[in-house]
């Protein structure tokens, strides 16, 4: 099982970027995967996820409206996409597998999607820095 994060990199405030998570050693389409960023000196933040059982798509206050999370079952990928950066989004964005079950034992979904300990594999991290 893995999953590799890509397309990270330097862009100025307001401009955009797409990450890709490609997975490899399992069905993608049957996990829910999500993303998640750490900035230097704060926790880990789940910011997007997207359920197996239904598709459904969560997103954190702090970035919704901005970044879009899609799959591709065919290509086993995730994407980002972000927009209107601002140095507050400047973190090592993760992906990462829940392994279920699902349902999830829980009335807050949401928020068990977009929680960290939900997921037991995750991807090395790719860097996006925000600054002009």
């Known amino acids: 099982v893995q999953l590799v994060e890509s397309g990270g990199g330097l862009v100025q405030p307001g401009e955009s970027l797409s990450l890709l998570c490609g997975t490899y050693?399992?069905?993608?389409?049957?996990?829910?995967i999500g993303w998640f960023r750490q900035a230097p000196g704060k926790e880990r933040e789940g910011i997007s996820s997207?359920?197996?059982?239904?598709?459904?798509?969560y997103y954190a206050d702090s970035v919704k409206g901005r970044f879009t999370m899609t799959r591709n079952n065919a290509e086993g990928t995730v994407s980002l996409q972000m927009s209107s950066l601002t140095p507050e989004d400047t973190a090592v964005y993760y992906c990462?597998?829940?392994?279920?079950?699902?349902?999830?034992?829980?009335?807050?979904?949401?928020?068990?999607?977009?929680?960290?300990?939900?997921?037991?594999?995750w991807g090395r991290g790719t860097q996006v820095t925000v600054s002009s």
């Open positions: 997207i359920s197996s059982t239904n598709g459904n798509i």
């Open positions: 050693g399992f069905t993608m389409e049957l996990y829910a």
């Open positions: 990462a597998l829940d392994w279920g079950p699902y349902p999830p034992d829980t009335d807050d979904v949401s928020n068990y999607y977009l929680s960290s300990n939900s997921y037991e594999s």
